[in-house]
């Protein structure tokens, strides 16, 4: 029957089972849940949800072939559980949105997104604990990373009220007046994937793969300073072999806040507060561009950094290229014409492009710039 094997010889078809608490049972009957985990799962393969009299209930999960039925049960396993993820403080208000017209919007996000969405007000830690700093609302957001990035896309057109909190991780962005600390995980394109401790960022896809676009990740915090101006340093730890892909690694600095979905691409930025660099030419903080030949960021090697300055005195930009193993690094553009205001230099959100050969960078922090500017300027 339907090509499956009914003999008494024939090999018993796999099957897993998940004992389930009520809650849990209740959770998967909610927003269309377990309809959607039957969507997603291989070809054959079925999830039940059994519910007996006063027994506990538990998930049945059969289908044709093992490997079906092993990843329908880890996907059960991570739209079940409450530790972890991502989580993203957010206005009371926008808690309330989520949660209206029988959780609506919430239930549309989860389906476009892939991401199970558990929305948090913190009412019980506001009765018991006079701690402000632990009532912020919330947002979980349990999946992969790249469900986690489509699910912060759709959030953002509808959950636009700031949050007072001062952690790296809202929709509205990262503060200015923070230090860099790591890269920012809400403010990351869908084809970009941090490590767990946010220092490195890789794109989870080659050239070859159509892996070119929504590569952009931002800094969570503003450019370090130092006698000679504001700095931040990038160690190159993974490159595409592949010297025929097209693209190149850009790299921006924005003295305004980047608020979530950041832009597929840093060039639509052009002519909005920030300085782009790559590819043999900038543009300022107006959108005109500068020519500038020697600016290639993809010749570079693994293991070698990327710096880039923000000189004090006049606001120039430098970028600095050093190998692996050199204590010395040497100035690959003197973009003097930045033209960086001074009221704006302490206050940098750095933004990086993984667009090109560069595959995967890690964020480097209390590395020391040049001691001096040993370059002319280029324009």
């Not at 208000?93 to 609506?104: E, W």
């Not at 507060?273 to 561009?289: D, F, K, M, R, S």
């Not at 553009?333 to 990086?352: F, T």
Request: hydrophobic share 40%; net charge neutral.
């Amino acid at each position: 029957m339907g090509g499956i094997p009914w003999g008494k010889d024939a090999p018993r078809l796999p099957q897993a089972t998940l004992k389930l608490t009520r809650e849990e049972a209740t959770e998967l009957h909610n927003l269309d849940r377990l309809k959607r985990l039957n969507q997603d799962a291989a070809q054959g393969v079925r999830l039940q949800l059994l519910e007996r009299g006063v027994g506990e209930p538990y998930l049945l999960i059969t289908g044709t072939n093992t490997d079906g039925v092993e990843a329908a049960k880890k996907a059960a396993l991570l739209m079940l559980q409450h530790d972890g993820g991502l989580v993203i403080p957010m206005h009371a208000h926008d808690i309330n949105l989520l949660r209206s017209k029988g959780c609506f919007l919430m239930a549309e996000v989860e389906e476009q997104s892939g991401c199970r969405i558990i929305a948090d007000d913190k009412q019980d830690e506001a009765a018991s604990d006079k701690d402000l700093n632990r009532k912020q609302p919330c947002v979980h957001l349990l999946g992969n990373q790249a469900s986690q990035t489509r699910a912060i896309e759709l959030l953002a057109k509808h959950c636009t009220r700031l949050v007072s909190s001062d952690e790296p991780g809202k929709l509205g962005g990262s503060s200015r007046t923070r230090p860099l600390e790591c890269f920012d995980p809400v403010l990351r394109g869908h084809n970009i994937e941090l490590s767990d401790d946010r220092m490195v960022a890789r794109r989870q896809n080659t050239a070859a793969e159509g892996g070119t676009d929504g590569c952009v990740v931002v800094g969570a915090g503003a450019l370090a300073t130092f006698a000679l101006g504001a700095f931040c340093c990038f160690k190159v730890r993974k490159t595409d072999p592949d010297r025929r892909c097209r693209g190149g690694m850009r790299l921006a600095l924005s003295d305004v806040v980047i608020k979530a979905p950041v832009p597929r691409s840093i060039l639509p930025m052009r002519g909005t507060h920030c300085w782009i660099l790559g590819q043999g030419c900038a543009w300022g903080h107006n959108g005109e561009p500068h020519e500038l030949p020697s600016l290639n960021l993809d010749g570079i090697s693994e293991g070698d950094e990327i710096g880039i300055l923000v000189t004090k005195e006049k606001g120039g930009i430098l970028v600095c290229k050093r190998a692996a193993g050199d204590d010395e690094w040497r100035t690959v553009v003197n973009w003097g014409a930045a033209e960086v205001p001074a009221e704006s230099r302490s206050q940098l959100i750095a933004l990086v492009e993984l667009s090109g050969r560069i595959l995967e960078v890690e964020l480097v922090l209390n590395q020391q710039p040049p001691v001096a500017v040993r370059r002319a300027l280029d324009n």
